[in-house]
């Protein structure tokens, strides 16, 4: 366990790199107070379906102005995105050894209407935390530009839009998916894929993914 603090961004059904750096650290703080920032984890996650990846996006309300807190966030319902989401989840999972285990403490994120994202998602991380049988440990940070001492700081270290993974540490063990043979291993895609795939077996393989100097 890595006894310096850990800051994250907020994510929606967060990547597999995110869940491996959560467990190896006793403090994590999520980022409440940074701009909200497009195409990043923060209201989308990547899964794999039947062609290939596929990133599911949460449509959020426009402000006036051109910065918005991510805690100010909301979430718009302009489009049924929810029924969206659910349905290309189940395609691409429906056939998963553990989906039907999961299935039903999913579906009300998907049917319920949250107003912030922020909230959205940290209701996710606490029944992910629930699934894993593990401590919500997450705290808001209270500033943006107080990060705590000896911080570990993947903010924006944890991003599609990185070609290259500043978190050497960070080596994702691979598993069985469902569409294996086709595409071979995907790593680091939501903790949907780990969970339906894995189910049990997840919280081990987050362990095994983070690797000594």
């Known amino acids: 366990m890595n006894n310096n603090a850990l800051l994250l961004s907020t994510a929606y059904f967060a990547p597999v790199h ?11 703080y999520i980022e409440q107070y940074e701009n909200f920032s497009k195409q990043t984890y923060r209201n989308r996650c990547q899964l794999l379906g039947g062609n290939g990846p596929i990133s599911l996006v949460i449509p959020v309300v426009k402000g006036r102005g051109p910065k ?11 489009e049924n995105w929810q029924r969206n989401h659910w349905q290309t989840i189940v ?24 107003k912030y994202l922020l909230d959205h998602n940290l209701q996710i991380h ?8 593990i401590e919500n440990k997450i705290r808001l940070t209270s500033d943006f530009e107080k990060v705590p ?7 924006d270290g944890i991003s599609p839009k990185r070609k290259h993974n500043p978190d050497h540490q960070f080596q994702p063990q691979t598993y069985t998916q469902v569409f294996s043979e ?3 291993f995907t790593p680091n895609l939501s903790i949907l894929d780990l969970l339906f795939n894995e189910g049990p077996n997840a919280f081990t393989i987050l362990l095994q993914s983070l690797q000594d100097n």
């Open 18 to 28: 995110f869940y491996t750096r959560y467990l190896h650290h006793n403090e994590v």
């Open 68 to 78: 918005i807190l991510i805690k100010d966030l909301q979430i718009s319902y302009d």
């Open 91 to 114: 395609s691409a999972y429906n056939s998963s050894p553990y989906f039907e285990y999961y299935q039903d403490e999913l579906y009300p994120f998907f049917e319920r209407k949250t």
């Open 126 to 133: 606490e029944q992910l935390c629930d699934f894993f049988d």
């Open 149 to 155: 001492e000896k911080t570990f700081n993947l903010r």
């Open 182 to 184: 086709r595409y071979g």
